[in-house]
């Protein structure tokens, strides 16, 4: 029997940095857009997902995934490892992708080579960012439906609720522990100092001249290799990578 494998993207208007930013267009399409007609050419997905919040802001992102045939979920604000599991519980899928729409220029043929390794190995997670090579952006996360079952029902620290795998990571043989077990997807060099994400108006400035320079169907490598040849590392290097994340880290401290 085939294994279903789905994927979802959580999006949102809030941004402290910058507001409204998946909604922000280049050539007439917004990042949102751009990020999931990428996507739909995954080859190793059976469905996508929208995950958005109950805000009454975020209706529009529901609304648009909808328009432009894609399924799409509103659950919780801050909790989002629970959004994420009610997003899924009724499909049942073997196998969930992760991945965030403020990265427009995620590569569809990258997910689908780590959704292939990860369900020919049988990891219960793998990352192409445990160890980070790829640019920042090119995030993809793929682990077993029953993982972020035991992470929906288990995960109790903030960073655990607000990022969704931070459990599954943190119970992983990679941290010396056997509940699950996990891999690194290498990158054969080092561009950990590429930025393709969009957190800051820098960052999309350099999302926007990526687009209006080589269109949006380019590949990851292809849009790196753009970067450096032009000295574009010198818009956005500045921005510290997964500061959010790093924030959540502080408030299980804190809290």
């Known amino acids: 029997m085939e294994l279903k494998t789905i994927l979802v993207t959580q999006a949102r208007i809030g941004s402290s940095r910058l507001p409204g930013k998946v909604l922000k267009e280049v050539d007439g399409k917004s990042l949102l857009q751009i990020h ?20 009454k802001e975020d209706e529009i992102i529901y609304n648009n995934s909808l328009k432009w045939g894609f399924k799409a979920f509103r659950g919780s604000e801050l909790n989002v490892l629970d959004r994420f599991y009610q ?10 992708v992760r991945v965030t729409s403020d990265c427009p220029l995620l590569d569809s043929k990258l997910v689908d080579a780590i959704v292939e390794y990860t369900q020919n190995h049988s990891y219960d997670y793998v990352s192409n960012g445990l160890i980070e090579y790829f640019p920042d952006g ?17 995960a109790i620290l903030k960073s655990e609720l607000e990022h969704v795998t931070p459990y599954i990571r943190n119970n992983s043989d990679g941290k010396g522990d056997d509940i699950f077990s996990s891999m690194n997807y290498a990158c ?68």
């Open 87 to 96: 997003a899924l519980k009724d499909k049942n899928p073997d196998w969930v």
């Open 36 to 55: 999931l007609e990428r996507l739909k050419k995954c080859l190793k997905i059976d469905e996508i997902i929208v995950a958005t919040t109950v805000r």
């Open 138 to 154: 090119q995030d993809v996360e793929v682990f077993k439906f029953s993982a972020l079952k035991k992470a929906w029902k288990n």
């Open 188 to 255: 054969h060099d080092n561009y950990s100092h590429i930025r393709m994400t969009v957190d800051e108006q820098r960052d999309f400035d350099l999302i926007e001249c990526l687009i209006k320079k080589l269109g949006s169907e380019k590949s990851w490598l292809d849009y790196t290799n753009y970067i450096i040849q032009n000295d574009l590392t010198k818009i956005n290097d500045k921005i510290i990578r997964n500061e959010g994340f790093l924030k959540s880290l502080k408030n299980d401290t804190n809290g």
